[in-house]
């Protein structure tokens, strides 16, 4: 019985000293994460899957570290294998646990990300389809996901606005012209086409708005999708009524942004990006790591700090389809400068989808002085805050 023991201890040992390395290097690679040392939190990540390849936490971090390297429209083989790896990673969770809704809503994510930066319009409505299955999986799995119904309405809004738009221009109508369509041929073409789209994105944006009364980013689609449908409508006075309803959402969704920032400032904005960049939202580390940390080679700078290192910075261009939805807001981007000054690395931390690709494309022309640490150039890791206020193009 002794010589039972004994086994039976030195067993349990054994798997108490495996679980404690899995989850060192579990820590190591959320110290990397949350320093944006992303490179580094892939190897010590997959070092913790390595060693306890069913627990969930080390692959969802895996993925996310992938996932945060993901540049959206560059096309380099390098990055289209980081989408790759970080799309595997995401479904090596699922097949751990298939209502995990951070690798869901990070995979609908993705896919809605590699849509906008795709210039084949067949592509990108099949990338955007395939976010739209995604997020109904998020809603399969937690019913009450307010982004997943608002990210629903907006690639609805994506999947119809090119059908739309190309009948205007066919028919010579000027943006700020009235409808409906004069043609009704057309008219009845673009219905049976896109009829059921348009309710069902009208719907998941009125859930949304259930979820939250105070979802003004849904209100601003909701007010582009009505105004756009108007076109559709078999009389002018039916267009107008719904002109109306799409101009009552505007000023409501108005009203709601003033409210907030009177209460102490707006809150990032919702939508297919998710937040913290589109990645999964991950758990505290485990344990505080026991070896010391290595001298770091990157800083941490604030962002008015590194304003006033600045020495080439592109405006952003205003998108116009955010325009023509009144939609405004910041994008707060998460970027690695280089010891030369460039941008190594860019993320979306916040912000809305339709303006984040415009702010992405023009910071990462910036420029700035090299910051020197003791006489040496490092790199730094730094925020950028890039504002859209309507009627400017910053």
């Not at 930066?117 to 739209?132: I, M």
């Not at 998941?204 to 939250?212: F, R, W």
């Not at 582009?224 to 109306?244: G, Y």
Request: charged fraction near 20%; charge should be negative; proline fraction near 7%.
């Amino acid at each position: 019985m002794s010589h039972l023991r004994i086994a039976s201890f030195f067993f349990l040992l054994g798997s108490a000293l495996a679980q404690d390395t899995w989850k060192t290097w579990l820590n190591e690679g959320v110290r990397a994460f949350q320093s944006a040392h992303y490179r580094e939190a892939v190897v010590a990540f997959q070092k913790s899957v390595d060693l306890s390849p069913t627990a969930v936490e080390p692959r969802l971090y895996l993925a996310s570290s992938w996932m945060s390297q993901y540049i959206p429209g560059a096309t380099s083989p390098e990055n289209i294998e980081v989408a790759g790896n970080a799309e595997r990673g995401f479904l090596a969770v699922l097949d751990l646990d298939p209502k995990n809704v951070p690798a869901l809503e990070s995979l609908a994510t993705l896919k809605y990300l590699e849509a906008q930066g795709t210039p084949v319009p067949s592509e990108k409505l099949s990338q955007l389809d395939e976010a739209r299955l995604w997020y109904l999986r998020v809603l399969e799995a937690d019913p009450t996901r307010k982004e997943a119904h608002y990210s629903l309405g907006v690639i609805a809004w994506g999947s119809w606005y090119p059908a739309w738009n190309a009948a205007r221009v066919q028919a010579g109508m000027r943006p700020d012209a009235p409808g409906p369509l004069v043609d009704s041929a057309v008219r009845a073409d673009l219905r049976s086409r896109y009829d059921a789209t348009l309710k069902d994105a009208i719907d998941h944006l009125n859930k949304a708005l259930v979820l939250d009364p105070q979802y003004d980013d849904a209100m601003a689609y909701l007010n582009l999708l009505i105004r756009e449908a108007a076109d559709l409508a078999e009389s002018p006075a039916a267009c107008r009524t719904m002109i109306v309803e799409a101009d009552a959402w505007v000023q409501k969704a108005l009203d709601t942004r003033k409210a907030k920032a009177e209460q102490g400032g707006l809150p990032a904005a919702g939508g297919s990006g998710g937040g913290e960049g589109g990645g999964a939202r991950l758990a505290r580390p485990v344990q505080s790591p026991s070896e010391p940390a290595s001298p770091p080679r990157r800083i941490t700078v604030g962002g008015n700090v590194m304003q006033v290192k600045l020495i080439s910075q592109t405006p952003p261009q205003y998108p116009g389809e955010a325009k023509q939805a009144g939609i405004e807001g910041e994008v707060l981007l998460q970027a690695i400068i280089g010891e030369d000054g460039s941008i190594v690395q860019l993320d979306v931390k916040s912000g809305h989808p339709t303006l984040s690709a415009a702010a992405l494309e023009a910071v990462r022309q910036w420029k700035y002085t090299p910051t020197l640490l003791n006489g040496e150039p490092v790199e730094v890791v730094t925020l950028i805050h890039v504002n859209f206020v309507l009627g400017t193009s910053k």
